[in-house]
C-alpha cells in the first residue's frame, strides 16, 4: 500500500511541482483502499476542501494510472487532528468546532471519472485569470489573435517556455473562448501529448483507429499540450502528421505548447518540425519582477486572500523562477494563515515560507552595479565611467557610487578606482545622495527601485 501510495505521490509531485506538493499532498495520509475506494485522510476541513476543489480529479487520475484501474477517491477529515485546528479560510467553511469524534467523517465521494479530467479545459485557465507583462506580452497577443480568428491567421500557434510559464493557462484560454464562440460555438479538443499517445496505442489495440481518428479530427481547434513528449516516438508522430495536416487542410486551428521550440525538440521528426514552424511561434520568457507582484496580486484577490503589498512584494522577490511555484507559496500562506488564525505579514510570510523559498542573495559587485546603473538611466556605461560632466551623466555616477558603498563590501578607495576617481570623489557622492534618499521620498522610492531591481537579478540574468 505504501509503495502504492508512494509512486501515486511521485505523479501528483511531477504535475504540481514539490512546493505545491508539500502544501497540500504532504499533510494527507493514505489510510488504503477497498475494492476500488481509496481512502484519504486530511489534517481538517479547511484542507479536505482545499484538496478536494483543486487534486481531487489528479488524485484519482494518479490513484487509477498506479492501481490499473478506475479508482474512487474518499477523502475524509482526520478528527482526531481536525478538531482544534479553526478555519477561517475566508470562504465561509466552518469547521464546527469539537466535531465528536464518532461522527461520521464527511465523505466525498466521485466515480472515478477515468483519464476524461486531463483533457477538460481547466475552468480557471482563462484569459481573464491570465496576467499580462513583459515576458508573455507576444504570446498572449498572439492567443488573443488566434482565439478571436481561429484557423485564419496563425495555424498552428507553437507556444514554447519553461516549467510553470502558463503555457497551458494560454492554450487553454484560446479554447475557451472558441467554446464560447460569440458568432458560433467551436468545438475544442485539449489533449496532452502523453494521452494522445496512450489513446492512440489503445486504440491500435482495440483495433479502433476509425474512432480515433475521428476524435482527433473533427474538431474545431485541437490543443496538443507538450508536444515535446512526443520525441523519439516514431509512430505517434506520425499520426499526429496527419492528424494535423487533416486539420490544416479544412483551416481548423492547431495550438501547440512545448517546453522548447520546434528547431530544439531533439528526436522531432523534420516534417512535424517544418509544420510546427509553419505558423506562428512565440515564447514564454520568466516574468519579471513587476509582473510576478500582480500575479501574486491577482491570484490573492482570486482566493479572496487579504495580502498586504509589501507581502505581495515579499514573495514575488524570492520566488522568481515559476509562476507554478508562486502559487503554491500563496496557497500555503493562505493553509497557514488559515491555521492559525491570523494576519499575514512579511515575517509570518518569511515564517511560513522558509522552507520553500531561500532569500537570494545575489552577490553584487561593482561592474554589474555599473552595467545596471547605466541601464536604468539608459546611458553608455563608457559614459558612466568616463570623465564626461554632463550634470546627467555626473548625477547617474554619484547613483552608482552610492549604490556601490552600499551594496559591496568595497572601500571608498576602490570604488573610486573602478570609476577612475579619487576616493574624495566616491564619499562626497555618496553623502550628496545619502542625504537626498533621506530628504526626498520621490528620489527614495527610485533609488531603492534600482536596489530591488539589482537584488532581484538572477546570477545567470548577470
Ligand atoms: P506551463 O504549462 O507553462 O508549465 P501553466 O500554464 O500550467 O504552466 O501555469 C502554471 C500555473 O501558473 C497555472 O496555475 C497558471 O494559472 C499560472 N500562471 C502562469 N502564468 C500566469 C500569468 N501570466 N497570469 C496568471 N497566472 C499564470
Ligand atoms: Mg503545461
Not at 269 to 283: H, K, Q, V
Not at 340 to 354: E, G, H, P, S, Y
Request: charged share 25%; proline share 4%.
Amino acid at each position: 500500500m505504501d509503495a502504492l501510495w508512494q509512486r501515486v505521490s511521485n505523479r501528483v509531485r511531477d504535475e504540481l511541482g514539490q512546493v505545491g506538493f508539500e502544501t497540500w499532498i504532504g499533510p494527507l495520509n493514505f489510510v488504503g483502499m477497498e475494492g476500488r475506494t481509496a481512502t484519504i485522510q486530511a489534517p481538517n476541513k479547511f484542507f479536505r476542501d482545499w484538496v478536494h476543489d483543486r487534486y481531487l480529479d489528479l488524485l484519482r487520475e494518479s490513484l487509477s494510472a498506479e492501481a490499473g484501474m478506475s479508482v474512487n477517491v474518499m477523502l475524509v477529515v482526520d478528527n482526531q487532528n481536525g478538531n482544534g485546528h479553526g478555519n477561517g479560510n475566508g470562504n465561509g467553511h466552518h469547521n464546527g468546532a469539537a466535531r465528536p469524534t464518532a461522527a461520521p467523517p464527511p465523505a466525498i465521494n466521485n466515480p472515478a471519472g477515468g483519464r476524461e479530467g486531463r483533457t477538460q479545459l481547466n475552468p480557471r485557465y482563462t484569459f481573464a485569470e491570465f496576467v499580462i507583462g513583459s515576458s508573455n506580452q507576444f504570446a498572449h497577443a498572439a492567443a488573443q489573435a488566434v482565439a478571436n480568428q481561429p484557423g485564419e491567421k496563425y495555424n498552428p500557434l507553437f507556444i514554447y517556455g519553461g516549467v510553470g510559464l502558463g503555457k497551458t493557462h494560454l492554450a487553454t484560454a484560446i479554447g475557451h473562448h472558441l467554446q464560447a464562440g460569440r458568432d458560433r460555438p467551436r468545438k475544442v479538443l485539449f489533449v496532452p501529448a502523453e494521452i494522445f499517445m496512450n489513446e492512440l496505442i489503445s486504440s491500435l489495440r482495440r483495433d479502433r483507429m476509425g474512432e480515433f481518428k475521428e476524435k482527433m479530427r473533427r474538431v474545431d481547434a485541437l490543443i496538443l499540450d507538450d508536444v515535446q513528449f512526443l520525441a523519439g516516438r516514431e509512430r505517434t508522430q506520425e499520426e499526429f502528421f496527419h492528424t494535423f495536416n487533416s486539420l490544416h487542410a479544412e483551416r481548423h486551428q492547431i495550438v501547440l505548447t512545448s517546453d522548447k521550440a520546434p528547431r530544439d525538440i531533439a528526436g522531432l521528426e523534420e516534417r512535424l518540425r517544418n509544420r510546427f514552424e509553419s505558423g506562428l511561434i512565440a515564447d514564454i520568457a520568466p516574468p519579471d519582477l513587476e509582473t510576478r507582484v500582480a500575479i501574486v496580486q491577482k491570484k490573492a484577490a482570486l482566493e479572496n486572500l487579504q495580502l498586504a503589498p509589501d507581502v505581495a512584494l515579499y514573495v514575488a522577490q524570492n520566488v522568481s523562477s515559476n509562476v507554478r511555484e508562486l502559487e503554491g507559496c500563496l496557497t500555503r500562506l493562505a493553509a497557514f494563515a488559515s491555521l492559525n488564525k491570523c494576519a499575514i505579514t512579511v515575517d509570518f510570510a518569511r515564517q511560513a515560507l522558509r522552507d520553500l523559498i531561500r532569500e537570494q542573495e545575489v552577490k553584487l559587485d561593482i561592474d554589474l552595479i555599473q552595467k545596471r546603473v547605466s541601464e536604468f538611466f539608459h546611458i553608455r556605461l563608457a559614459d558612466l565611467k568616463s570623465k564626461k560632466r554632463t550634470q546627467h551623466i555626473a548625477f547617474c555616477r554619484q547613483v552608482a557610487m552610492y549604490l556601490c558603498r552600499k551594496l559591496t563590501d568595497s572601500s571608498f578607495p576602490t570604488i573610486g578606482d573602478r570609476f577612475g576617481r579619487d576616493h574624495s570623489t566616491v564619499i562626497h557622492a555618496y553623502n550628496l545622495i545619502s542625504r537626498r534618499v533621506s530628504n526626498d521620498s520621490a528620489f527614495r522610492h527610485s533609488i531603492e527601485k534600482i536596489e530591488r531591481d539589482l537584488k532581484n537579478m538572477r546570477p545567470d540574468a548577470a
